[in-house]
């Protein structure tokens, strides 16, 4: 089946948690043209450490999820723009 004929990530709209602001502090730490790549990997670590704070571990764990979505969501494009399998980019961008 072609990538872009089902993106299997559509239907997974109506679990989304609260945890998308957290999710977006966290990224955007990251990729700020502010930040060199230390100091963003230490705002990243404030944003979770916050989280858990605020609203423990069950925060925590809607955060993984929602960030999880949303990067899945992100291969799933640039798989389809690229005419390959999302489960294939996924294997070249986290498998060493």
């Known amino acids: ?11 997974l709209d109506r679990f989304r948690s609260p945890a998308g602001p957290w999710v977006y ?3 955007a730490a990251v990729v700020s043209d502010d930040h060199n790549a230390e100091r963003g990997r230490d705002a990243a670590r404030a944003v979770v450490e916050a989280v858990l ?3 423990g571990p069950d925060g925590l764990t809607d955060m993984a999820v929602e960030l999880s979505l949303k990067l899945a969501e992100a291969l799933e494009r640039i798989a ?3 005419g390959l399998a999302a ?7 986290f498998v060493d």
């Open 87 to 93: 489960v294939d980019l996924t294997e070249v961008w």
């Open 53 to 55: 704070a605020e609203a």
């Open 80 to 82: 389809a723009e690229q």
């Open 25 to 27: 502090q966290a990224v």
């Open 1 to 11: 089946m072609p990538a872009d004929e089902f993106d299997h990530l559509d239907h």
